[in-house]
């Protein structure tokens, strides 16, 4: 494994869960950025590498790697220090149902993609879209919130006390909720593993304010 391409966004939350996951498993990468306002994703050249045209991709020696979830999967696969998710078959369940709650559940229905629907197709206002956004967010961080601080397994992060395949989906999702100005006050232990996760360099290096293509 020589050259690690990730395609992606500054703003993206999914290729921001996947720069979480390759600075944690310390794996040295360039990125390839593109403005999806000018519809750079829809080019053939993309769309050679992802028919899809959806960011991120992570391109490993030639090979491309399409969705998040698979992504950071692939990459506990290509190096096997530094897991991000559990050997033990119940502790990787928790862990992954953590991920795929927010990857599945929230994501979906609050991309870029549904909201420009939303406001360019279903003539929406930015008020109703935000009422949208917020409701989503609640919904599945009222049981998390439940799901996390009932259970013994989460520590200092959201599966004991070392950051891995949870923590790079819930910290994007929390930094798009403050972006939208939702109430997270009634999620204190989300909050706590966010400021944790924010106080390790893997996480704020992959910020989305301090990528190149940042604007």
């Not at 994703?41 to 399409?66: M, R």
């Not at 406001?119 to 961080?141: C, G, L, P, T």
């Not at 070392?162 to 939702?182: T, V």
Request: neutral net charge.
């Amino acid at each position: 494994m020589s050259d690690i391409i990730l395609h992606g966004m500054w703003r993206s939350s999914a290729s921001y869960r996947v720069r979480i996951a390759l600075n944690l498993k310390g794996l040295p990468y360039q990125q390839k950025n593109y403005v999806l306002a000018n519809k750079e994703h829809k080019t053939a050249e993309f769309l050679s590498k992802n028919p899809q045209g959806l960011i991120p991709a992570l391109e490993v020696d030639g090979k491309v790697i399409t969705q998040s979830l698979t992504i950071i999967e692939y990459l506990d696969h290509i190096k096997a220090e530094n897991r991000l998710l559990p050997l033990d078959v119940d502790e990787r369940a928790r862990v992954q149902s953590i991920a795929y709650s927010i990857a599945c559940e929230i994501h979906p229905l609050n991309n870029l993609r549904v909201l420009q629907y939303l406001k360019n197709d279903m003539a929406q206002d930015q008020d109703s879209i935000n009422k949208w956004y917020r409701h989503w967010v609640a919904e599945e961080f009222t049981a998390l919130e439940k799901k996390l601080s009932a259970d013994p397994a989460t520590g200092k992060y959201c599966h004991g006390d070392k950051p891995g395949f949870a923590d790079c989906f819930l910290i994007p999702q929390i930094y798009n909720a403050q972006r939208f100005d939702c109430d997270l006050s009634g999620y204190p232990t989300l909050m706590r593993i966010n400021k944790a996760c924010l106080e390790l360099k893997a996480f704020r290096e992959a910020l989305p304010e301090n990528q190149p293509d940042a604007i």
